[in-house]
């Protein structure tokens, strides 16, 4: 079992910067693939990153198109964290964001790949 929380979420004008951060409990944080996804009003849940353990004794991050160039994640193993580095955010990054965790296997983007969910936490940048 895997509790997740954010935290870091807030409000930002546009071409601001924000940094969610998600803790997770349980002892094998190493071995999960740790994701952000978001979601806005009246859409669907989308993928924004993920960090997982890759060949090569490494972890990658994979970022979603509407985000590359703007957003980095970055996970800490000692403490069970990842983080979202959010900077030139745009109204358009408005919504919720959700940390997810999942094993290492699957479809990275899906959220069918992921068991645990946070709470989210609301991100509202302006204009």
């Known amino acids: 079992q895997v509790q997740l929380v954010e935290s870091g979420g807030g409000s930002v004008q546009a071409g601001g910067s924000l940094r969610l951060s998600c803790a997770a409990s349980?002892?094998?944080?190493?071995?999960?693939?740790m994701g952000w996804f978001r979601q806005a009003p009246g859409k669907e849940r989308e993928f924004v990153a993920v960090?997982?353990?890759?060949?090569?004794?490494?972890?990658?991050?994979y970022l979603g198109d509407s985000v590359k160039g703007r957003f980095t994640i970055y996970r800490d193993n000692a403490k069970s964290t990842v983080n979202l580095q959010m900077n030139s955010l745009k109204p358009e990054d408005t919504a919720v964001y959700y940390c997810a965790a999942g094993l290492n296997s699957g479809t990275y983007y899906s959220t069918a790949m992921y068991d645990y969910w946070g709470q989210g936490t609301q991100v509202t940048v302006s204009s």
């Open positions: 349980g002892r094998t944080f190493s071995t999960y693939a």
């Open positions: 960090s997982r353990w890759s060949s090569g004794n490494a972890y990658y991050g």
